[in-house]
């Protein structure tokens, strides 16, 4: 299943209440299942150079289904795959970027950036939820 207009909206919501909350401005970018971006926010105030970040957070979660963070780990020069960066258009391997779900199955994927890594983290983790 792939995350619909409602539910995107629904997520950019949340994520926007938090960062309102925590008074950060940020870019949120969703996906659906198959990388295509559904809906985009930049927030008033968020970095303009922090949408593409936002972007490749989660593009990089929906590569891999998992956390940017945890696809960060094998991003360390001593994982051994040195180079995997520069894969699929660029990886961005820090937190921020997770996957959506919904009654426990993936529907999209969210990138949240403008922040500090552990703040677009916090508010990436509220809308990671529906």
């Not at 909206?9 to 401005?25: H, T």
């Not at 949408?51 to 991003?75: C, H, P, R, W």
Request: aromatic fraction near 4%.
């Amino acid at each position: 299943m792939n995350i619909n207009s409602q539910q995107a909206s629904a997520a950019i919501g949340l994520a926007r209440s938090k960062a309102n909350e925590i008074k950060v401005p940020v870019n949120i970018a969703i996906l659906d299942t198959g990388g295509h971006l559904k809906a985009l926010e930049r927030m008033d105030g968020a970095p303009i150079g922090s949408l593409d970040i936002a972007i490749g957070k989660a593009k990089t979660s929906m590569l891999f289904g998992i956390n940017s963070e945890q696809v960060g780990e094998y991003l360390k020069p001593e994982a051994g795959a040195y180079g995997i960066t520069n894969t699929n258009g660029g990886l961005v391997g820090f937190a921020g970027g997770l996957p959506i779900r919904s009654a426990g199955e993936i529907i999209g994927f969210i990138g949240v950036s403008g922040g500090a890594v552990p703040q677009d983290f916090l508010i990436a983790s509220q809308a990671a939820a529906l």
